[in-house]
């Protein structure tokens, strides 16, 4: 069974930055599978029926995208040769606050959530 377990999270002042991880493991298939899927980001903001939005996506060839309202300031990376991702923000703000969880893109596998890291941004 695959696992996906996400770290890095905190608390972080308005402008900060945080870097995330996330690190996969469990199966004897888990290089195959995420070496030949894009893994992404997906936060989920606070408040009632918000869903996990995409934030950023990394292909197996190394192409990112990004969401609308974080591009120019995070980027999403892989360590090379392991199954780890990173999500690097910079200039937080108040409305990057949220759960963030990573995943294969654009569709997630329902069976491979994590817990998440929280990530607050506030005064």
């Known amino acids: 069974q695959v696992q996906l377990v996400e770290s890095g999270g905190g608390l972080v002042q308005p402008g900060g930055s945080l870097r995330l991880s996330c690190a996969a493991s469990?199966?004897?298939?888990?290089?195959?599978?995420?070496?030949?899927?894009?893994m992404g980001w997906y936060r989920q903001a606070p408040g009632p029926g918000k869903q996990r939005e995409l934030v950023?996506?990394?292909?197996?060839?190394?192409?990112?995208d990004y969401a609308d309202s974080v591009k120019g300031r995070f980027t999403i990376s892989r360590a090379n040769g392991r199954n780890t991702w990173y999500l690097q923000m910079n200039s937080l703000k108040p409305e990057d606050t949220g759960v963030y969880y990573c995943?294969?893109?654009?569709?997630?596998?329902?069976?491979?959530w994590g817990q998440g890291t929280q990530v607050t941004v506030s005064s």
């Open positions: 995943n294969v893109a654009p569709v997630p596998q329902s069976d491979y």
């Open positions: 950023a996506r990394i292909s197996s060839g190394g192409s990112t």
């Open positions: 469990g199966s004897i298939f888990t290089g195959t599978i995420f070496s030949i899927n894009d």
